[in-house]
């Protein structure tokens, strides 16, 4: 039953780390060092891919009403402003989804290891921090403002989380930024464009490998993911209250400290 729990604590790790500028690979790679999961590799690979359907469910339930075009509450215009930013997401998702695609074993193959993850969290945490202290007024303060065209420049941005270490929420929140949006309103562009994203991650990872799992890697999978949901639920809350009031500028700090940690570790062991 160790690997229940250790399931247990990639679940918080990942339900944490996903929303938070911080990089959920980072974390992984050092706790995945630690806890060493008896299971087979290709379980493993998929069982980090999968968990993360827990962390969607927490933005479909956070974000339903939000979400919902079919709310019979809402008025017309509510609803086509429903639908229009579903079309900015879409919109948003293209570009990484396509390289995804077609380059993940390639990125993987290249870029997945300690080194490449320690540059990305310092390198990114560095830019986050210097974003913030320029102090620029933005320019977007509610999606009825985000065009589409500023929504294809975020899902651009997204394409560089495809780099181990960057972070999706990281790379959208920055590239958000930069193109002049509020904290807010990055902060859950970035949270909806990880509905397309990471459902279409999952379901690809699953048509891979197929669904040839044993029972105890189902109850696994399926603990992971139901703890990685309920922690999302409170991460979501925690980055939306903090940004109120706070800006990034602590987790970029936190980023260079790990990807510190995470080089010199990797660096000691090798």
């Excluded at 079309?87 to 074993?105: M, N, R």
């Excluded at 929140?173 to 902060?187: D, E, K, M, Q």
């Excluded at 949901?229 to 409170?234: I, P, T, W």
């Excluded at 979501?236 to 209250?241: A, D, E, S, Y």
Aim: hydrophobic fraction near 55%.
């Amino acid at each position: 039953m160790i690997e229940i729990f250790n399931a247990i604590i990639l679940g918080i790790v990942q339900g944490i780390s996903e929303w938070l500028p911080i990089s959920s690979t980072g974390h992984m790679i050092l706790v995945d060092e630690f806890i060493k999961m008896k299971m087979s590799e290709q379980f493993m690979s998929t069982f980090l891919v999968v968990i993360q359907f827990g962390s969607i469910l927490a933005v479909l339930i956070l974000y339903f009403k939000k979400l919902n075009p079919f709310d019979s509450q809402k008025s017309d215009i509510q609803k086509r402003d429903t639908i229009d930013l579903w079309k900015k997401v879409i919109i948003a998702v293209i570009p990484s989804g396509v390289i995804g695609v077609l380059f993940e074993d390639t990125i993987d193959r290249l870029f997945f290891n300690p080194t490449t993850v320690s540059i990305a969290l310092i390198v990114y945490g560095i830019i986050m921090i210097l974003i913030e202290n320029r102090n620029k007024k933005p320019k977007v303060n509610d999606f009825s403002q985000l065009t589409y065209k500023l929504a294809l420049g975020i899902g651009l941005f997204q394409c560089l989380a495809l780099i181990p270490g960057t972070s999706r929420s990281g790379s959208t929140i920055i590239g958000a930024t930069l193109l002049g949006a509020a904290r807010p309103i990055a902060a859950e562009f970035s949270f909806f464009l990880a509905v397309p994203t990471m459902l279409g991650a999952s379901a690809l990872k699953l048509v891979k490998v197929g669904f040839a799992f044993t029972g105890f890697e189902w109850l696994v999978l399926l603990t992971g993911s139901l703890v990685s949901f309920l922690v999302s639920v409170f991460a979501i809350k925690f980055l939306m209250n903090y940004i109120q009031k706070h800006d990034f500028k602590v987790f970029g700090y936190y980023r260079i400290v790990l990807g510190i940690i995470v080089l010199g570790y990797f660096s000691m062991i090798a």
